[in-house]
């Protein structure tokens, strides 16, 4: 919100976008007062500004290759003391990311023009009784020979998967496999 009051403080003033806004203008003009004078500043921001262009130093040192465990290893050893979260969460926030060995795994590649389902149930994942109303997921997990990709369905009144399937494919015919266990079953 602060973003925007400053985007159109010319066109409109403070307190007529506050007033459309929820938020007090008290809350801006003190905004104001800690960009102008970094004295204001909590102690935390403060600490973030210092770090940050150290972070950024030791980033660019190693050819932009550091992920934030091995720059937060390098600035313990300069004889920083930093929290590992801090440093992943500053690298976050200014765009800093390591470099990521392999390729990266794609496993859904969405198609914008076709259509989407509607939901059917509300998002009211509860049945009267039990084989009323199932639910089905889709995920994989990495293992040491490559991805496993499992399929199960959940019957809502009870709680529980009544069907499954795992395949070393991500196939149609595996998961069309685990919708229809529970009717065999």
Known sequence: MIAFIDDHRGAYGV???CRVLPI???TDHEHVAKQANRERRSERARRDEALAADIRRVFAENFGVYDAR???????RE???VARRTVERLMR???LQGAVR????R??????TAHCPLDRVNRQFQAPAPNMLRVSDFTYVA??????????VIDTFARRIVGWRVSRTAHAGFVLDALEQPLHD
């Not at 496993?107 to 914008?112: L, N, S, V």
């Open 15 to 17: 307190e007529p976008i």
């Open 24 to 26: 007090a203008p008290s």
């Open 70 to 76: 091995k720059v937060w290893r390098q600035l313990w």
């Open 79 to 81: 004889g920083c003391a």
């Open 93 to 95: 926030t200014m765009g």
């Open 102 to 105: 392999g390729k990266p795994v």
């Open 107 to 112: 496993t859904t590649i969405g198609d914008k």
């Open 143 to 152: 293992t040491w020979q490559g991805f496993v990709y499992v399929a199960f």
